[in-house]
C-alpha cells in the first residue's frame, strides 16, 4: 500500500528563520499533496495543498514544492514565528473512487522567540 | 472553524462498552471520512462515505462500523471496546466528484479504562 515518510520528526528554530519539512512517498499514481497543521488538542487545518500538475505553490509565508520524478515534496516556511509551533502533516491521495488521506508521521515544529 | 462537527467532544467509557461517534458535514458536501489518531498509530484513515453510500476502508477493524444518513450526517459505532481504542476520532468532509479538500471537524477524544 502507499507509505508516506516525512521528516525530520522534531524540527526547532529560531523566530524568523527559515523551516522546511519533507515528505516522500511510494505510490506514482499519487495526484494531490496537502499538509496540515495541528496544535495540541485540535483538529488538523489544512493550510496549503497541491496537485500533481503543479510544481510549486505559496500562500504568503508558506509554500510547497513538489518532485513528481522523485516523488518527493516539501513544506516550506518563512519568516516563523511562535503561533507556527504545532504538528505539521503531509498526506498523499490519489485518483479514484476515493480521496481518503494517507498520513506521514508528523514533524514538531517549535519556533523559538 | 471548518464548518464540520462532532459530538461528544470527550468519552469516557470502560472495556466490552459501546459508543456512537456523532459527525456532521459542512453545508453541502456529500463525503464524510473518519480518521483514527493515535500516539503510535498516527492518523489513520478508517473509512469514507459518499452521500449515503460506503465508498473506501481502511484498517478499520470489524468491532468498529459506520453509515451515513440521508442528511449526511454520519454516525461510528465502536463496539466491545478495548483499551487500545482508546485515541482521539476524526471525521473529515468534502464536497462532490473532483473536490479533494478535506475539512476536519474538532474530534472526539474516546478514553476506554
Known amino acids: 500500500g502507499e507509505n508516506v515518510e516525512q521528516h525530520p520528526s522534531t524540527l526547532s528554530v529560531q523566530e524568523g528563520d527559515s523551516a522546511v519539512i519533507k515528505c516522500t512517498y511510494s505510490d506514482s499514481a499519487s495526484n494531490y499533496f496537502p499538509w496540515y497543521k495541528q496544535e495540541l488538542g485540535k483538529r488538523p487545518q489544512l493550510i496549503i495543498d497541491i496537485r500533481s500538475n503543479v510544481g510549486e505553490k505559496k500562500d504568503q509565508r508558506i509554500a510547497v514544492t513538489l518532485n513528481k520524478t522523485a516523488k518527493h515534496f516539501s513544506l516550506h516556511i518563512t519568516e516563523t514565528q511562535p503561533e507556527d509551533s504545532a504538528v505539521y502533516f503531509c498526506a498523499v491521495s490519489r485518483p479514484g473512487a476515493t480521496n481518503k488521506l494517507i498520513f506521514g508521521t508528523g514533524t514538531l515544529l517549535a519556533v523559538q522567540p | 472553524d471548518s464548518g464540520v462537527t462532532q459530538t461528544p467532544k470527550h468519552l469516557i467509557t470502560a472495556t466490552g462498552q459501546r459508543v456512537t461517534l456523532r459527525c456532521s458535514p459542512r453545508s453541502g458536501d456529500l463525503s464524510v471520512y473518519w480518521y483514527q489518531q493515535s500516539l503510535d498509530q498516527g492518523l489513520q484513515f478508517l473509512i469514507q462515505?459518499?452521500?449515503?453510500?460506503?465508498?473506501a476502508k481502511g484498517n478499520i477493524l470489524e468491532r468498529f462500523s459506520a453509515q451515513q444518513f440521508p442528511d449526511l450526517h454520519s454516525e461510528l459505532n465502536l463496539s466491545s471496546l478495548e483499551l487500545g481504542d482508546s485515541a482521539l476520532y476524526f471525521c473529515?468532509?468534502?464536497?462532490?466528484?473532483?473536490?479533494?479538500?478535506?475539512?476536519f471537524g474538532p474530534g472526539t477524544r474516546l478514553t476506554v479504562t
Open positions: 462515505y459518499y452521500n449515503g453510500e460506503e465508498r
Open positions: 473529515a468532509s468534502s464536497g462532490g466528484v473532483g473536490s479533494l479538500e478535506q475539512y
